[in-house]
């Protein structure tokens, strides 16, 4: 039988890499052992919350990953990992044993630096939506109850977090549904970073322009304490401000099972790993990939950041098994866009390349680009992007 490589976690960077593992590796046992019952996409789901998309749209089974390609799905929960003996636990009973490991579970919110926000309680009265899911759809309902003239507020943490753009497209599209429902409503958009992190000026246009009156930006903003039932947050520099509907986005870490198993060697929050081959640091034969790792200086936590890194890692695993030597000049791109309206869009897009000195990626000069303007066929392109890196990732 061939080498078994097990992937944790069905998302961008699990599914992405398994799919391609097992083609450019059909010889070996690929096993994707995921938690959820479906796969709900995180790119657009700002557009659930303001109104001109469902989550259907962005839910997808594991199913083709079986039945098209080869790789074993099991639905359960890696609750441990043993580097040493080369095997994880599952939450139903019983272990598996693995001659590679790949580890892409996400993030997991680190809730604990939240003061007044650590009981579920607060948390189901302030909602992230930063996983794609039920709070996205609950947070969409909220908006649409929200008092004529009363005031949406949302938290950014500072970075590193997943999706650095998407808190302030997420601002955007819920000031453009408003526009038109609620028009006396206010969007208070609070940062704990000193200025915009992503798409500065396109944002800050939009914010001036579009939703002039109504979009309120407010940088160093820094979480003090909230008081969840009295819909209140102090921030460190200022008293404290209410709202209507507050959607607090945590600080965020490596998924829980990456922290369990040691692997976030970086401040105990992100896992650093060989950028040839998204091996671990710390755990020979175990790789991560995705929002987990600690991201290379300027290179977000992202999507497409994640379906590129699965297939770097994934190339790397296929020479391992056989033998070979692993690239050493991985490229790797981004693209990101974000409406800032139902149909208008912008992006930024780099490219990134191996630098074997500092043993890391780097922004390749020239290339890349920032719209220079938001138009609808940006959006067009957006919605084709979201649909096929879909379609990458999971069939
Ligand atoms: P995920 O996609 O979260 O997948 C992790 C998977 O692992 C999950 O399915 C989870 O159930 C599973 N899992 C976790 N732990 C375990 C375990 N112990 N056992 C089994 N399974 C487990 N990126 C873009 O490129 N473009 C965009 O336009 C964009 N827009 C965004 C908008 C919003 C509002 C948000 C929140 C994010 C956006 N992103 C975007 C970022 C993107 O969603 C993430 O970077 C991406 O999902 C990271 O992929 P991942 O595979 O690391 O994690």
């Known amino acids: 039988a061939g080498a078994r490589v097990v ?39 700002n557009r659930v919350i303001g109104g001109t998309m ?49 580890v892409a579970p996400g993030i997991d919110f680190a809730y604990d630096s939240l003061p007044g926000l650590e009981s579920a309680a607060a948390q189901e009265q302030v909602l992230h939506a930063w996983k794609a899911g039920p709070q996205t759809q609950e947070l969409r309902r909220r908006l649409v109850a929200l008092p004529q003239g009363g005031v949406f507020a949302i938290h950014i943490p500072a970075m590193s977090y997943r999706c650095p753009p998407g808190p302030y497209e997420r601002a955007c599209l819920v000031a453009r549904s408003l526009q038109r429902s609620n028009p006396r409503a206010k969007v208070l958009v609070f940062d704990a970073n000193p200025d915009v992190v992503a798409k500065k000026s396109l944002f800050l246009d939009a914010f001036r322009n579009r939703y002039k009156g109504m979009i309120e930006y407010v940088p160093n903003a820094g979480y003090e304490e909230m008081d969840a039932a009295g819909g209140e947050l102090r921030f460190d520099v200022q008293a404290g401000i209410k709202a209507d509907l507050w959607n607090v986005i945590p600080p965020q870490r490596a998924g829980i099972i990456a922290r ?22 710390v755990a020979p034969g175990v790789h991560v990939i995705g929002d987990s790792i ?8 992202s999507a497409h950041m994640a379906n590129q890194q699965a297939k770097v890692c994934a190339a790397a695993i296929a020479a391992l098994l056989a033998g070979k030597p692993v690239s050493d000049e991985p490229i ?28 890391t990626m780097a922004a390749v000069p020239g290339a890349g680009g920032l719209s220079s303007a938001a138009t609808s066929e940006e959006g ?8 096929n890196i879909l379609n990458d990732t999971l069939g």
């Open 7 to 45: 992937v944790v976690g069905g998302g961008f960077a699990g599914a992405t890499c398994a799919r391609y593992l097992k083609r450019w590796a059909p010889a070996a046992e690929v096993v994707l052992i995921e938690a959820a019952e479906a796969f709900v996409a995180c790119p657009m789901s």
């Open 54 to 102: 469902s989550i259907r749209d962005l839910t997808r089974s594991h199913a083709t990953l079986s039945a098209a390609h080869g790789v074993q799905v099991v639905r359960d929960t890696v609750t441990a990992i043993d580097a040493g003996a080369r095997r994880v636990s599952l939450a139903r009973g019983g272990a598996m044993s693995y001659d590679r490991l790949v």
């Open 260 to 281: 369990k198993a040691g692997l976030a060697n970086v401040g105990g929050r992100w896992c650093e790993v060989d950028f040839l081959s998204y091996e671990s640091k």
């Open 294 to 301: 600690a991201s290379a200086p300027g290179l977000p936590k």
């Open 332 to 359: 790797v791109t981004n693209t990101c866009y974000s409406f800032v309206n139902e149909k208008e869009a912008i992006h930024v897009a780099g490219v990134y390349r191996y630098d074997a000195d500092k043993r």
């Open 380 to 387: 067009f392109m957006a919605l084709a992007w979201a649909f």
